[in-house]
């Protein structure tokens, strides 16, 4: 399957990759707006730019490298982009890895507990907290552990909750009550059975760690990294580095939020790059996956697709309305008839992963159809495999020629009523990053009378409809 390659720079992306600066800088704009190509084609200068401080220096030692993806499949996916930057005459440690994997090559000694049962023991403690819903509060335990260190962590009673819905209201006797009864004891939970999660994993690649002093970093999908994490970024920086965020705020899916200043990062307004243009979507995809973000409100360091920013035009979204395997047999026949998939990509994706992927895969046999599929954990597949099946959430930083949602019901995207505002923008967000997914193509399978609460967004004058 394609990974990311190198682009001819445009006028907008040119000033950035050419900029050779140490500091913090941010690159955003909306899906497909080129934030990853452009942030990974400005390596070569930055790395010729340490190289001569370091010859000017006398300092002998390989410029130190990372590049921080989301998931695993990220990783694979921009690896050819940065390898074409490197220079093999230049001394360079590239490592380009997830968070996770780079924290726990340094911290290995805590045992990681595992997030079925962190999140069952948080449920439980949740018990005696009526206000919210215990998966609500999974949420927001996340989030704030997230964001604050265990020694700052009275800070949640009073700092806005950036990043998270306004629906529910998380006043601060709920947030005390919150602290009291349910993060402490967990805090007091995980020691006794000799666990640590993955906050603690990113407070303690800051705290118990010797600064490995990397030279330049990039960060992807920033948005989603959590306070704590940027912070131990922040901790294994040399004293004169480049760090780059690569961030959309509207594309972000977990509970996090954070500023700048809270990190630790001095962020001025002339180190955030915008970039405007649409190379990924057609017209039709980037209006509709605009459409599908009806109502949220965009953030800093966030932008929302726009239909003017694409260049192409292609076929309206189709939205194909049938049962489950009238839909799989619709889409396959569509494969066969109008794909060429010796050129071009294929990717089923589904808001939830595992058994809901099982009548696809057979069917997809049955027809001699090829597929890999992608998870979390897997790499980025580099044969000539053309068809890829994963989540919503594994396909974030991803591009397809098409893209089939198929089966998205209410069952797939159930959004409980009392956390409706929180739950609704994070399946409306969770939607349009999959559309935007699409570099030619979208459809989207549905059962009428078991739809998804999404297909409020699915206006006629945006999409063509396939009645089964
Ligand atoms: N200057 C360019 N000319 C042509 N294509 C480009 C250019 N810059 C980027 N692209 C292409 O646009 C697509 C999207 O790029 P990229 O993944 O970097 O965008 P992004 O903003 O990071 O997207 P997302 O937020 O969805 O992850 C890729 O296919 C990339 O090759």
């Given at each position: 399957?394609?990974?990311?390659?190198r682009?001819?720079?445009?006028?907008?992306?040119?000033?950035?990759?050419?900029?050779?600066?140490y500091?913090?800088?941010v690159?955003?704009?909306?899906?497909?707006?080129?934030?990853?190509?452009?942030?990974?084609?400005?390596?070569?200068?930055?790395?010729?730019?340490?190289d001569?401080?370091?010859?000017?220096?006398?300092?002998?030692?390989?410029i130190?490298?990372?590049?921080?993806?989301?998931?695993?499949?990220?990783?694979?996916?921009?690896k050819?982009l940065?390898?074409?930057?490197?220079?093999?005459d230049l001394?360079?440690d590239?490592?380009?890895?997830?968070f996770?994997?780079?924290?726990?090559?340094?911290?290995?000694n805590?045992?990681?507990?595992?997030?079925?049962?962190?999140?069952s023991?948080?449920?439980?403690?949740s018990a005696?907290?009526?206000?919210?819903?215990?998966?609500?509060?999974?949420?927001?335990?996340?989030?704030?552990?997230?964001?604050?260190?265990?020694?700052?962590?009275?800070?949640y009673?009073?700092y806005e909750?950036?990043?998270?819905?306004?629906?529910?209201r998380v006043e601060?006797?709920?947030r005390?009550?919150?602290?009291?009864?349910?993060?402490?004891p967990?805090?007091?939970w995980l020691?006794?059975?000799?666990?640590?999660?993955?906050?603690?994993?990113?407070?303690m690649?800051?705290?118990?760690t010797?600064?490995?002093g990397?030279?330049?970093?990039?960060?992807?999908?920033?948005?989603?990294?959590?306070?704590?994490?940027?912070?131990?970024?922040?901790?294994?920086l040399?004293?004169?580095?480049?760090?780059?965020?690569?961030?959309?705020?509207?594309?972000?899916?977990y509970?996090?939020?954070?500023?700048?200043s809270?990190?630790g990062?001095?962020?001025?307004p002339?180190k955030?790059?915008?970039?405007?243009?649409?190379?990924r979507?057609?017209r039709q995809?980037?209006?509709?996956?605009?459409?599908?973000?009806?109502?949220i409100?965009?953030e800093?360091n966030?932008?929302l697709?726009?239909l003017n920013?694409?260049?192409?035009?292609?076929?309206?979204p189709y939205?194909?309305?049938?049962?489950?395997?009238?839909?799989?047999d619709?889409?396959?026949?569509?494969i066969?008839?109008?794909?060429?998939l010796?050129?071009e990509?294929?990717?089923?994706?589904?808001?939830?992963?595992?058994?809901?992927?099982?009548t696809l895969k057979?069917?997809?046999?049955?027809?001699?159809?090829p597929?890999?599929?992608?998870t979390?954990?897997?790499?980025?597949?580099?044969g000539?495999?053309?068809?890829?099946?994963?989540?919503?959430?594994?396909?974030?930083?991803?591009?397809f020629?098409?893209v089939f949602?198929?089966?998205?019901?209410?069952?797939?995207?159930?959004?409980?009523e009392?956390?409706?505002?929180?739950?609704?923008?994070?399946?409306?967000?969770?939607?349009?990053?999959?559309?935007a997914?699409?570099r030619?193509?979208v459809?989207?399978?549905?059962?009428?009378?078991?739809?998804s609460?999404?297909?409020a967004?699915f206006t006629?004058?945006l999409?063509?409809?396939?009645?089964?």
């Open positions: 399957m394609r990974a990311l390659v682009t001819t720079p445009t006028a907008e992306q040119l000033p950035i990759i050419s900029r050779n600066s500091g913090v800088e690159i955003c704009g909306a899906a497909g707006s080129g934030k990853t190509s452009t942030a990974l084609m400005r390596l070569k200068s930055l790395i010729y730019m340490c001569a401080r370091h010859k000017r220096e006398s300092i002998d030692k390989p130190n490298v990372l590049v921080l993806t989301f998931n695993r499949t990220l990783s694979g996916y921009v050819a940065v390898d074409s930057q490197l220079d093999t001394k360079v590239v490592e380009i890895s997830t996770a994997k780079w924290a726990r090559r340094s911290i290995n805590g045992k990681i507990c595992p997030e079925a049962k962190a999140e023991k948080i449920k439980e403690l005696h907290i009526i206000a919210l819903s215990p998966e609500y509060i999974v949420k927001e335990v996340d989030y704030l552990l997230g964001r604050f260190s265990i020694a700052d962590i009275e800070n009673i009073q909750r950036t990043g998270r819905g306004a629906v529910p601060r006797t709920l005390r009550e919150l602290l009291d009864k349910v993060v402490y967990y805090k007091q020691s006794e059975e000799g666990y640590i999660d993955w906050n603690d994993l990113a407070v690649m800051s705290n118990e010797q600064s490995i990397y030279d330049i970093v990039i960060v992807d999908e920033a948005q989603d990294f959590s306070a704590n994490q940027l912070r131990a970024i922040k901790h294994h040399s004293i004169e580095s480049s760090l780059t965020f690569v961030m959309d705020t509207v594309q972000r899916i509970a996090r939020g954070f500023t700048w809270e990190c990062f001095d962020v001025r002339g955030v790059f915008q970039l405007r243009k649409n190379h979507n057609t995809i980037a209006n509709f996956a605009k459409h599908v973000l009806e109502g409100a965009v800093d966030g932008a697709p726009d920013a694409a260049s192409k035009d292609g076929d309206l939205i194909v309305n049938g049962n489950y395997l009238q839909q799989v619709w889409a396959i026949t569509f066969k008839e109008n794909i060429d010796s050129l990509s294929v990717a089923f994706l589904k808001p939830k992963g595992g058994a809901w992927f099982t057979n069917k997809l046999n049955e027809n001699s159809l597929f890999v599929e992608i979390r954990d897997s790499e980025w597949p580099d000539d495999e053309n068809i890829a099946l994963c989540t919503f959430h594994s396909a974030k930083g991803l591009e020629d098409h949602i198929l089966g998205l019901s209410g069952e797939n995207t159930a959004c409980s009392i956390n409706i505002d929180d739950g609704l923008i994070v399946l409306q967000k969770l939607l349009a990053v999959a559309v997914r699409a030619l193509r459809a989207i399978g549905q059962k009428i009378g078991e739809e609460v999404l297909s967004y006629d004058a999409v063509q409809v396939v009645n089964l």
